[in-house]
């Protein structure tokens, strides 16, 4: 939005020595410190030189229909039951087709639309499946089929300027200028609800009162009555369309944030005007964002808050809500934006979304990114919208999604109890890659793992380790989640991160690079052609597996270091054993890599250095 107002090194690991011919094991030992490797038949020792250190409604219904399982959807032939998908489907015809003879009821002008086929629309919208789909619009293209069915809200504002401006009392007014309208990005601009119907709520919570305490936007001097204190930092969190202040992630984000610092957190529910028609929500976010905006000007006049102390957290629509209040914020000092939403935002001008000129510092994370408008599934935006975007496993992917077995395993372990538990397993199931930017922020608040991202061109160079570099001033690298307000970035540019997570239930990795430096004990250079794998040794015993030749052969000179991107979820920094197999392996396009009688097939190995690259 357009802003109103001011804006170890790795440690050596080992010297290989002598090696002589045979298939068997290189063992090397020094202080009690061994490099064990396995190279077809050599034996060769290695001296080591010295240890190493170192929510309740189902978001957008049709996410679910991607994650079928064809082997028992259908029933036809084992004579079972009628599938759900078969029914959701020719329910969606017919919702299709009353919506086109509605349409073209009313193009006509003669009459209304029918009040029958109003009814029926009013009947589907109840189901557990067809009514997500009419009560959510998943699809911004298929709102214009909808909306002819529903009845006209009542509950907006009746008076309007020559521009469509609405006025909301002491929040100010908004307009609908033509700004907020494109034929493909964003058919439709409406005006949002009243403010009794949205009818946004602040919950303050403190670490003297966990449960927090409602302040409704509409009585926002009950604040003077909540444990709210303004010489502490303080976080807001809005939740996105179809959300509501008790789902699961914010609550735990809410706990994590007050077990991590001592804050005033405040959580928005504007469940009001996002449990409507996606187009409706995306207008509502406007009027809530002056909500939040109206709140922080009250804190700052009536209790001396400094919002350059203000940090909001929004996920989904709640980041461009986010953006609409920093706008009317002088000064605010950050905005997280969570896997922003994609329809009606991507490709708009800023005064439409979330962008660097709402906070003083704006932060984004993207992890649904692949666009509706591609063929793809993706809710959120891959457009950079903030000082710093981070794209995790190039912002879409994200590991585990597409695995079942996510969804009874969330139910255990996200929450404090079942029923939040449930809650959290229904949305991994509807959107997990949407939600997962949630889930990231949530566990770098008290991880020990730094969730460093690195500054790439694309998320391949990342992979192959052609980035993996701070710099010299520590610019080209930050960390994913609370901390990312610690780069030492300019603030003035707009900065592509990359990283990889894991599949959780601690998502982050720790980033090594592994040198090897290659031999050539008889002085006659060469190649040896083979398959590389290292296992590192921790402390407490246990072995960590890297395969450097997964994809193909390695071509290694003898003579020369070769450098390994690693990535792993423990720490191993602090590890002093390492065993090295080497398999030869000839290259069926190069004769002069076969091995026939007299040859050297051994890998001879003098170092080998592991370093991290993590921020600390």
Known sequence: MSRRGEGDEGENWGERKEGKGGEGEH?????????????????DQIRHSRPLRHPHHLLKATRANL????SHLHAGRSGGMVSPWRMATVAAVVVVMAATVAAAVE?????????????????????PVIGNVLRASVHPLYQPLVSPLQPAPITREDAAGEDGERCFGELGCLSLPDTFFHPVHRPINLPPYRREQVGVVFTVHAREDLQGTPVPALLVEAVLNTSFTPQR??????????????????????????AAQDLNVVTVDWSGGSQALYSQATTNTRLVGLEVAHFIHFLKDKLGLDPGDVHIIGHSLGSHTAGYAGERVAGLGR??????????????????????????????????????????????LRQPVGHLDFYPNDGRGQPGCDSLARVPLTALTDGVNLLEGLDAAQKEFIACHHNRAAKLFTDSILSPCPYTAFQCTSYSHYLKGECVSCGQDGSRCARLGLHADRWRGDNLTQVEMYLSTGPGPHYCLYHYLLTVEVADPEGVGGSAHGRLRVSVITEDGEIKD????????????RGQSYTFFLEHPRDLSTATEALVHWSYEADIFNPLSYCVIFCDTSLAITRLTLASVDVR
């Open 27 to 43: 063992v090397a030992r020094a202080g009690g410190s061994v490099v064990r490797c396995v190279a077809g038949r050599e034996e």
């Open 67 to 70: 994650h079928q399982e064809p």
């Open 107 to 127: 193009e006509s002008g003669v009459v209304e639309a029918p009040s029958f086929l109003s009814g029926m629309m009013s009947g589907l919208s109840t189901l």
């Open 233 to 258: 930092p303080t976080k807001f969190i809005i939740h996105g369309f179809l959300d509501h202040t008790g789902v699961t992630w914010m609550l735990d984000m809410v706990r994590a944030l007050l």
């Open 335 to 380: 905005i997280t934006g969570l896997d922003p939403a994609e329809p009606f935002f991507q490709f708009m001008p800023p005064s439409v979304r979330l962008d660097p000129s709402d906070a003083l510092f704006v932060d984004v994370i993207h992890s649904d990114a692949d666009s509706i408008f591609n063929l793809g599934a993706g809710f959120g």
């Open 546 to 557: 890297f395969d450097l030749s997964k994809e193909r052969s390695l071509v290694l000179r």
